[in-house]
């Protein structure tokens, strides 16, 4: 069951609560979606001496209100028997299965003001986004998401005239609601009952169909009007569901009411919008932060800084830098080379051959050539019956170098796996993005990143910060459920000999050649 503002109305609650279970049987739970407290709450004291009992475990969020602040409780204890504070973001799941997102509150940034405890941040949407995709490698979805605010575009509806007011709207609850695609969307109404015909929510990669949104606003506790306040439903968790069913459309649905760029805007509130083409970045690491204090810049990271030398530069194949007897393979705008202190004779590295600093820098021909070598690559280590894993890490590096390193495929599975347990240890937020997910369009190009993508077409995401482990990557193939080396996980402990380096080459290059389009380009020539 779910309900609006109970504004202090406790005893027409809890009684309309008790009837409807009388009638229709126990629930698992009620979820208040707006205020619980009201200006007059002298109700609650039946509850709280237990003269009173409240019937359901109910579970309420928020504050939204400066003055309710003190009448709130430590987040998961109860403000009275049965009654849980459930603090202003998170997600949960019923003892039905039912998963529940929420961000209540107000925006702090939208508002143009911060209410101590009452407003929330830009970072809490992404939380909320991140803690919903966790340890799902195929997203379809959330069952119900709970907010204060309304996504900003959900009153343009067509068939229903509905007025919202502006400073109920926020464009960040657009965001994340077009992220996490709730199948049940519920906010408090200050006044009239609203249900929105469902929209069909959109998918990052064409031919990929999602589910839809209930979009439902609840009026005010017992209010005189008689405007539907209470909701009673029997949800199937999208985890139990076919996929079939989810994705099942109705004659009323419609399209998506919000702004479809923000599906591509992978951080919400950050976007800075160019003019014309109508391209977009947004700012990982943005002069404001969340506080809306400026940020100290570090000194090291900033490009300016750093005198780039290319004859120094170990990477530019026409660098005198450059190890010659590591190359394996030149093609027109990249080229592939041993690495150095391999994980495995058959690690290799793609690198453009003139100096660019990360793919989402290259130029759009050297990004095709980059595929280009990964889908060759694949096919080679498949002919040794081996699985790949790419990853490169933007971060305190200079020249691209994008990592290949071959892997059995009997730990296909486990690599995600062991991939967050890793973060976990370091603490880097690891994002698992969906599939096909361009990281070139993702990022703003400059920001720092470590992106590897993972045999079964997940890829996974983060964002170094200071301290990040320059090894993260090596360290998490090298493990003994992957490639069992662990002593190779710096690479400067694993130096082989410059011998060793020639025939690794050459053995890569006799077994590639079947493989390697750059061969073919040379022969059509000759
Ligand atoms: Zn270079």
Same mark, same amino acid.
């Given at each position: ?23 229709? !049987? ?6 208040? $979606? ?20 409240? +019937?359901?475990? =109910?579970?309420?969020? !928020? ?6 602040? %003190? ?47 009452? =407003? ?7 939380? $909320? ?60 109404? +200050? ?6 015909? +469902? ?13 839809? =949104? ?105 660098? %005198? ?9 030149? !093609? ?115 920001? +720092? ?78």
């Amino acid at each position: 069951m779910i309900c609006g503002d109970v504004n202090g109305n406790f005893k027409a609650l809890f009684s309309r609560v008790e009837s409807i279970i009388k009638k229709s !049987g126990q629930f698992d739970v009620l979820l208040c $979606v707006g205020n619980f407290f009201g200006d007059d709450n002298s109700e609650l004291d039946a509850y709280k001496m237990g003269t009173r009992k409240v +019937p359901v475990t =109910t579970y309420i969020f !928020g504050p939204s209100k400066p003055e309710h602040v %003190p009448l709130y409780c430590e987040k998961g204890s109860e403000i009275v028997p049965n009654v849980i504070y459930m603090g202003k973001r998170g997600i949960f799941t019923t003892s039905a299965d039912v998963k529940i997102a929420y961000l209540t509150g107000l925006s702090r940034r939208e508002l143009g003001k911060e209410l101590p405890m009452c =407003t929330f941040e830009p970072s809490d949407c992404s939380a $909320v986004r991140d803690a919903c995709f966790r340890g799902q490698s195929e997203y379809r979805g959330v069952d119900m998401l709970i907010t204060t605010l309304w996504p900003a575009g959900i009153q343009q509806d067509e068939t229903q005239k509905i007025d919202v007011d502006q400073e109920r709207l926020s464009n960040l609850l657009s965001w994340l609601a077009i992220h996490i695609k709730p199948r049940y969307h519920f906010v408090p109404s +200050p006044d009239k009952h609203y249900e929105r015909q +469902p929209y069909r929510n959109l998918s990052t990669h064409q031919d990929y169909r999602e589910c839809a =949104t209930r979009f439902i606003a609840l009026a005010p506790v017992g209010n005189k009007v008689k405007e539907k306040w209470i909701y009673a439903c029997s949800l199937q968790p999208i985890s139990k569901m076919r996929v079939t069913d989810l994705l099942q459309g109705t004659t009323d649905e419609t399209v998506c009411p919000y702004d479809p760029d923000l599906l591509m805007q992978h951080q919400p509130g950050k976007v800075v919008k160019f003019s014309g083409n109508g391209q977009y970045f947004f700012s990982t690491d943005g002069p404001e932060d969340d506080n809306g204090k400026r940020k100290r810049r570090d000194r090291d990271d900033n490009p300016e800084r750093k005198k780039f030398d290319p004859e120094t530069c170990w990477f530019c194949l026409s660098s %005198p830098s450059v190890e010659k007897h590591l190359v394996i393979s030149v !093609g027109s705008h990249c080229y592939l080379a041993l690495a150095k202190g391999p994980l495995t004779p058959y690690h290799v590295l793609i690198l453009p051959i003139a100096h660019h600093q990360s793919l989402v820098k290259v130029p759009d021909e050297i990004s095709e050539e980059i595929k280009k070598f990964k889908a060759v690559l694949k096919q080679f280590y498949a002919s040794m019956g081996m699985l790949v894993v790419f990853f490169e890490r933007n971060y305190r590096t200079s020249h691209m170098q994008i990592q290949s390193v071959p892997v059995p495929k009997i730990c296909e599975s486990q690599i995600l796996e062991i991939f967050q347990d890793e973060a976990g240890i370091n603490k880097i937020p690891l994002e698992v993005l969906p599939p096909y997910t361009d990281i070139r369009q993702m990022m703003l190009p400059g920001a +720092p990143y470590f992106h590897a993508e993972l045999p079964n077409g997940d890829q996974i995401f983060a964002k170094p910060k200071q301290n990040f482990p320059i090894h993260f990557g090596r360290d998490v193939l090298s493990t003994p459920q992957i490639l069992n080396c662990e002593d190779k996980a710096d690479w400067r402990q694993c130096l082989i000999s410059k011998e060793e380096e020639i025939e690794y080459v050459k053995d890569f290059r006799d077994k590639f050649r079947p493989f390697d389009f750059t061969a073919d380009a040379d022969s059509d020539s000759d």
